[in-house]
């Protein structure tokens, strides 16, 4: 009677011990199951090494809750583009369509997840040192103020900038220039200030973080 009734105990005593010390293996795996996917293209812990796909571990949660949002309801354009490893290698697909999988409660796990992360700068981006001149200008001038210290900054919600890769910067200004990719009032005002080689030369600029 008495050995069973400790074996008995001690299993409470484990469900108690796990319980308060609030390890849930179940939600633990559930977040690892959401973004086991997303490696498949922005590589380990969003830290990207392919210049199409942008780096995002590091983002602010917000941020990335947001941009899943507009995602889903197709508010931001969706270039396709193609899975670079994994079982789905070579599919076509696009970040509206992954977007679709999710509700809100779990893109803001996802986002915490890769908020967590390291933003880690992309390498070997060959930049001019004139234009790199230009571009800090520019920014000084219209974007400091909501990208601070060259959008460094995950704090500032407006993802991060400084280190980017260059190729995702370039296809992302070119959709608000297009008009394509919705923006703040606010920042529109201070994007219509641009002239002329002024958006290359931001991309020289946050390019030239290493
Ligand atoms: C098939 C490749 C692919 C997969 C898989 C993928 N992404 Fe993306 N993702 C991209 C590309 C390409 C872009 C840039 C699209 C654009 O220009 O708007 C992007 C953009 C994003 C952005 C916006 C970045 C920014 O700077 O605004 C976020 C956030 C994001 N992805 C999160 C995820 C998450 C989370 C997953 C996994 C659930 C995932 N992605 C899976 C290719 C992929
Ligand atoms: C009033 C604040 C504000 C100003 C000024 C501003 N931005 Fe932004 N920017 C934001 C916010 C907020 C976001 C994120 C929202 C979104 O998805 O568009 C953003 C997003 C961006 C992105 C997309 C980042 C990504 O990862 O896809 C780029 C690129 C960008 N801004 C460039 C600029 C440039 C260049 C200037 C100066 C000409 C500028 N911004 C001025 C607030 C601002």
Redesign the pocket.
Known sequence: MKPVLTKYLSILNLCVVLSISGISPVLAADVND?????????GKD?A?T?P?????GG?SAP??TD??IA?KAKE????E????T?D?KG?????CD??K??NEEE?KQ??TY?AAKPFVRATNQKVDPALVEQGKAVQNDLCVKCHDKGGSLPSDDS??LAG?WMP?LR??LK?YSAGD?PMSKKMKKKYKKLKDGDIEALIHYFGSFK
Do not use: W
């Open positions: 959401l973004v086991k996917s997303c490696a498949d293209c922005h969003g990207s392919d199409n796909v942008p780096i995002i983002f941020y990335s941009s899943m995602y931001r354009p969706c270039p583009s193609e899975y670079l994994g789905k599919q076509k697909t696009t970040m992954i977007a999988e999710f893109m996802i986002a890769f993802g991060i980017q995702y296809q992302s959709e990719r």
